[in-house]
């Protein structure tokens, strides 16, 4: 019953089973705890209930009982407590997998006697203590993941015994001291991952001296010495060395240049020397990602670089690297993020860059000269420019203007002379722009003098520039968009002091009149508030289609094919929350929503509102919430092109929301609830506006509008910007690609150093990722995918700053670029995903 989408406790009645042999609960969402009846089984050989949402603690009695147990697999639920020492009965046992759990306290040494053990997975919990030296008697174990815990002290020299061990996974720990050379010389450990702890000491010389290393990842420690040279002994195998932020030094050795298969290399952050055109050979056809930065190589850039046709990450920032830029680095068509920041580069910008579809380019703090090429405005892609602190002359390209997707552009720091082309200032995706630094240049941009004015009158322009770039900015944070906050206010002031619109009191159920006191209506809606009342029988429940926390929604069939969603509020709930706010300001503010338009957003037809409730009509969106699809609709309908679609539609809603209304909307709660599709998986976006004045203690909510898991780290100190909605798209789209909330992957990938953005998780194979219960993508449709991850990636991290605004999102998505894989999908990690989106 493994990925049946169960949603129960698991039942009882399984004990009465007494032959059974194999349980299969995976991927369900059971709950409960695990029943202490299952101990009668015993025959049991596989338990399996990994993935699911079990509480309580691992029982003891299973494996006292079951005592021909082989596999059991407990891992991504939230089990608590201690790792059982019965544990020791199950000798048996093969597969022991308790990962992405609550576990603590330490790991039980009588965990040493499960000698035909072949893998080991705790990872993900909050074990403690030491490790056991008694583990050094698994001689029999291939793969140990002890990563992401609280284990601290040394690693145990008696590793060196486990002699089949092939994979051991134990970074982000706390584990320190030296490094066991015993491990180093296992004659089969292929990988070894070991980054975010506390090691220090010499990395073992011999290490990789078995020639079987695929992946050494030991970044973030206490290194110190030089490189290991037992790794040349792996080079014909060797795909991944992450040796970064240490404390390495001395050269690379000269057998490094034979690593055939490199894909990534990573070294920065140490105090490396030695000559760059001596580190890596020149035949590395699957090389993507390069960063040598913040180390003491010297001599020029190599020339011979540019034949690593799938590069995608280079970066040399600060380093002492001298010399040009060879014009053949513009014919590396896979580079997409080049820094070459602080280092003693001289001569001109090659205008062949132009070629390439870089996300980001990064020359700054160098002594480049010559103009700024006008080929760099061919770049769509450009997200980030920076050319500061050069010796660059002449003046700012128009061809510039040209970059629809920048949002960080610096050219401070030169000798740039001449008029800035007025659009430089005005281009919608630009966040960040210094031109500091060039005394010569002007213009009407901001901070610049006027061309036509002297330096006196250039100051009061600046003045004044700055306060045009205020204002907007403060309006737009005040004007925010509320329908709920309109309908409380007009409430609570007409029933404050009596006045009433001019309505056409309405009669309900009771015989009573409903007086309306407020209505307000599109123009191109001809509703009246009469025909609502009749299509629902006075809000009979047999016409509610959903509950939350305010109210209830209601579905109104209206004659003439008018099909409505009436959301019913009690006013009086949020009464009180908006005492002092112009009335008049948001009765125009909701009458400027209803006529907002746009095919992702639900339509607003209008509101009204009596003394006791009030209305919100909508437009009825036939298939209902992303939720309801998602979770309890048809899969094989909801298939990957739908999803790509529902996606895009979601950053087109939130780009116009963002960009094109004025004043600028914040919607503040995107989550599955409030994306709606209708009946061609085309997207609507509801509740734009409202969810600021939800009123904390729901428990939908928090004490600040949001939807927990979608809502932005920054609103923990309330800092609210447009930025909050695009983490929250991030989050929801990763939610429709993988099919399930992806908390705990965003978490991982971005608890540790977001810049690296190489946790765990980051290993993961994407084809694990994505929704289980769709067969995996092909040909462009599996292009598309991966872009989709990359960007939604790059929209959940944890600096807003950092993340890409809406409109950039939008039109990256409505281009459909990077739809070609330069490998095979199920061969692409998270981690491989990284480099687009850094």
């Known amino acids: 019953m493994s990925a049946s989408l169960c949603c129960s406790t698991i039942p009882t009645e399984l004990s009465g089973c007494a032959n059974l042999t194999v349980v299969g609960l995976a991927g369900n ?43 059991f697999q407990a891992d991504r639920n939230r089990f608590n407590g201690e790792i059982p020492t019965e544990i020791r009965m199950a000798l048996r046992l ?9 576990l603590s306290g330490p790991i039980p040494s009588v965990i040493g006697r499960l000698t035909d053990l072949k893998l080991l997975d705790l990872s993900e919990n909050k074990l403690s203590g030491t490790i056991p030296r008694t583990m050094g008697e698994l001689t029999s174990l291939e793969v140990l993941r002890l990563y992401d815990n609280k284990l601290t002290g040394r690693l145990p020299a008696e590793f060196g015994d486990m002699t089949a061990l092939q994979r051991l996974s134990i970074s982000t720990n706390m584990l320190e001291g030296e490094f066991p050379a015993e491990l180093a010389r296992l004659p089969n450990l292929r990988g070894l991952i070991a980054f975010e702890n506390l090691f220090s000491g010499a990395i073992p010389p011999g290490l990789g001296g078995n020639g079987l290393f695929s992946m050494v990842s030991m970044s973030d420690n206490r290194f110190s010495g030089g490189l290991p040279p037992g790794l040349c002994k792996s080079a014909p195998r060797l795909r991944f060395l992450a040796l970064d932020n240490n404390h390495l030094t001395g050269d690379v050795p000269a057998c490094y240049s034979n690593f055939k298969k490199l894909e990534r290399f990573r070294v920065a952050g140490n105090r490396l020397a030695g000559n760059l055109s001596e580190i890596l050979g020149s035949q590395l056809p699957d090389l993507y990602y390069i960063d040598l930065s913040r180390n003491l190589f010297e001599g020029e850039l190599p020339e011979r670089w540019a034949q690593f046709r799938s590069l995608s990450y280079l970066h040399l920032d600060a380093g002492q690297i001298s010399g040009t830029i060879a014009p053949g680095y513009g014919a590396m068509a896979a580079l997409r993020d080049l820094s070459l920041a602080s280092n003693r580069l001289t ?7 132009g070629k390439l579809a870089l996300l980001k380019l990064n020359l700054g703090h160098n002594m480049l000269s010559g103009r700024i090429p006008v080929t760099l405005g061919n770049i769509a892609t450009m997200l980030l420019l920076d050319l500061s602190e050069n010796d660059l002359h002449g003046g700012v390209p128009a061809e510039l203007t040209m970059l629809s997707s920048i949002w960080y552009l610096n ?71 509320s329908v709920a906050a309109v309908a409380c206010v007009v409430v609570h002031r007409k029933r404050r002091t009596g006045e009433d619109t001019p309505e056409t009191n309405t009669t309900v159920r009771d015989g009573s009149v409903m007086a309306l006191q407020a209505s307000i209506w599109g123009k191109d809606v001809e509703i009246s508030f009469g025909d609502i009342l009749a299509a629902t029988e006075q809000f009979d429940e047999a016409y509610c289609i959903g509950k939350g926390s305010f109210g209830s929604v209601y579905q109104a069939d209206l004659p003439g094919g008018h099909c409505l969603a009436v959301k019913k509020l009690d006013a009086s709930e949020t009464d009180d929350a908006f005492r002092g706010i112009s009335e008049k300001s948001f009765e125009n503010e909701v009458r400027a929503l209803t006529h907002v338009r746009h095919r992702n957003i639900v339509k607003l037809h209008g509101f009204c509102a009596s003394s006791r409730c009030m209305y919100l009509v ?18 094989e309908r909801f298939d990957w092109p739908a999803r790509v679609r529902a996606i895009r539609g979601l950053a087109h809603a939130l780009a116009y929301l963002h960009h094109d209304c004025s004043p600028p909307m914040i919607h503040r709660d995107v989550s599955i609830n409030n994306v709606l599709l209708d009946a061609e998986y085309e997207t609507r976006l509801s509740d734009f506006g409202t ?22 780290p920054e609103l923990a100190y309330l800092r609210v910007t447009t930025k909050c909605d695009v983490y929250s798209f991030g989050v929801v789209a990763m939610e429709i690609l993988t099919g399930k909330f992806p908390g705990e992957l965003i978490s991982s990938l971005y608890s540790l150093d977001e810049a690296r953005g190489m946790g765990e998780s980051a290993l993961l194979l994407l084809k694990d990722v994505v929704d289980q219960r769709l067969d995996l993508p092909a040909g462009k449709l599996a292009g598309q995918l991966v872009f989709l991850f990359v960007v939604a990636l790059s929209c959940v991290r944890t600096n807003p700053d950092a993340r890409p ?27 491989d995903l990284t480099i687009l989106q850094k």
């Open 94 to 102: 093969e597969f022991l997998s308790l990962a992405t759990n609550n």
């Open 691 to 712: 969810a600021r004045f939800l009123a904390p203690g729901r428990s939908n909510c928090t004490s600040m509008a949001g939807s927990y898991g979608y809502m932005a």
């Open 411 to 481: 050219l401070s720091g030169n000798s740039l002379t001449g008029e800035v082309p007025a659009l430089v200032g005005k281009m919608s995706s630009l966040e960040k722009l210094d031109l500091s630094g060039n005394p010569g240049l002007c213009g009407d941009v901001a901070g610049l003098n006027s061309c036509n004015l002297n330096s006196d009158s250039g100051g009061s322009r600046r003045h004044k520039a700055r306060l045009n770039l205020v204002i907007p900015l403060a309006v737009a944070a005040a004007l925010l968009a």
């Open 618 to 635: 909508y437009e009825r969106v036939e298939r209902g919430s992303l939720t309801k699809v998602l979770y309890r609709g048809s899969c």
């Open 347 to 353: 001569g001109t910008i090659p205008p062949e860059l």
């Open 805 to 831: 605004t809406m409109r950039t999102v939008a039109q990256e998505l409505s281009a459909q670029r990077r739809s070609t894989l330069d490998r095979p999908f199920a061969a692409i990690s998270i981690g």
């Open 29 to 71: 969402k059971l709950s409960g705890k695990l029943p202490v009846s299952l101990a009668k089984l015993t025959k049991i050989r596989e338990f399996n209930v990994s993935k699911n949402m079990l509480t309580g603690t691992i029982l003891p009695d299973y494996f006292t009982a079951w005592a021909q147990l082989t596999v």
